[in-house]
């Protein structure tokens, strides 16, 4: 099946650091990839649509300039928490689809800001 | 607006026992719905994906049923085990857009 790798799968940064997540489909070529956020006991929230050679699509109240994305190629998207504040510790997820297999997500990364 | 609505929020069941999980949308057009697995601290792992023409579809111990007409979906886990404990979440992709519904998702605990 498809397989989607992300990590680090956890980071520890101090305030007003910058921490890079990254996320590859690693078994098939993704043109559109999603990146989630997940606060405890809570649904994923659909960040921005990461879609490759061009700018991602924000959701509304996101900070695009906080939270930069980069799709250089069509197996690798990165998520860059910028200037990262106690606030943004969270749960963060992507996920890429495979016309095959459906939406297959990666195993999270859990941000820590100290 | 494009719902997907998911009960009970929470379920506690022993070890053994049977359950059933329900997912109610209103994504219009449909084009597929899946049920996922979220361990804590994981990412959600797929069990299931409908479309239109299927009614049922089984993946081991899960069964998720289908009815297009009323927008009803369930997931039924038969002789639960302790690992069974997560979250499970309802995704329902509409075939106007690219990007899916999130249900809440249902919090199962499955007790010894």
């Known amino acids: 099946g498809a397989v989607v790798s992300q990590h680090p799968s956890r980071v520890i940064c101090k305030s007003g650091t910058s921490v890079k997540i990254e996320c590859r489909s690693l078994?098939?070529?993704?043109?559109?990839m999603f990146w989630y956020r997940q606060f405890p006991k809570q649904s994923l929230m659909l960040m921005a649509t990461?879609?490759?050679?061009?700018?991602?699509?924000?959701e509304q109240g996101v900070e695009k300039d906080k939270f930069l994305i980069n799709h250089a190629s069509l197996t690798l998207s990165t998520l860059t928490v910028t200037s990262a504040h106690p606030e943004d510790s969270s749960f963060y997820i992507c996920?890429?689809?495979?016309?095959?297999?459906?939406?297959?997500f990666g195993s999270g990364t859990r941000l820590t800001v100290v | 607006k494009n719902q997907v609505e998911q009960s009970p929020q929470s379920l506690i069941i022993l070890e053994g026992k049977n359950c059933t999980l329900q997912c109610n949308y209103t994504v219009s057009p449909f084009s597929n719905l899946r049920w996922y697995k979220q361990d804590t601290g994981r990412g959600p792992v797929s069990l299931t994906i409908m479309t239109f023409s299927e009614n049922t579809k089984s993946n081991g111990r899960y069964t998720a049923t289908l009815d297009a007409d009323t927008k009803q979906s369930s997931l039924h886990i038969t002789a639960s085990q302790l690992s069974d404990s997560a979250s499970y979440i309802c995704?329902?992709?509409?075939?106007?857009?690219?990007?899916?519904?999130f249900g809440r998702g249902t919090s199962l605990i499955v007790h010894p």
């Open positions: 990461s879609n490759e050679g061009s700018k991602a699509t924000y």
């Open positions: 996920s890429a689809e495979d016309r095959g297999y459906g939406y297959t």
């Open positions: 078994d098939f070529q993704a043109t559109t």
């Open positions: 995704v329902v992709s509409g075939a106007r857009s690219y990007i899916p519904t």
